[in-house]
């Protein structure tokens, strides 16, 4: 089993940063990818954000293609989102997620990822 917490959420203005936190726990050996996904009110959640951790491939949708950066550590257990020049349409419950995925658009599907942080909110107002 893999725990995840999620920390960095908060309110920024528009046009402002910030940087989301998410450290695994447990038996990562079992996983290959970790991601971020978010949830706004009324609507479905949606892929951020990926990184295939032994390849350190990331992958983004095209939403936030040059505004975010999804990094990790070198322990390979905690991965980070910056995200620069926010807009209110990036207002929503950001969640982390790990699992064994495969490669090729994998990412992009919640039902790949066996493992899910308590999610932490962002508002850009």
């Known amino acids: 089993h893999v725990q995840l917490v999620e920390s960095g959420g908060g309110l920024v203005q528009p046009g402002g940063s910030l940087r989301l936190s998410c450290e695994a726990s447990?038996?990562?050996?079992?996983?290959?990818?970790m991601g971020w996904f978010r949830q706004a009110p009324g609507k479905e959640r949606e892929p951020v954000a990926a990184?295939?951790?032994?390849?350190?491939?990331?992958h983004y949708v095209d939403s936030v293609k040059g505004r975010f950066t999804i990094s990790q550590d070198g322990s390979r257990t905690t991965v980070y989102l910056q995200m620069n020049t926010l807009t209110p349409e990036d207002t929503a419950m950001y969640y982390c997620?790990?699992?064994?995925?495969?490669?090729?658009?994998?990412?992009?599907?919640?039902?790949?990822?066996?493992?899910w942080g308590q999610g932490t909110q962002v508002t850009v107002s």
């Open positions: 990184i295939y951790t032994g390849a350190d491939s990331t």
């Open positions: 997620a790990a699992g064994f995925v495969p490669f090729s658009k994998g990412w992009v599907e919640a039902t790949n990822f066996d493992y």
């Open positions: 447990g038996n990562t050996a079992n996983t290959n990818c």
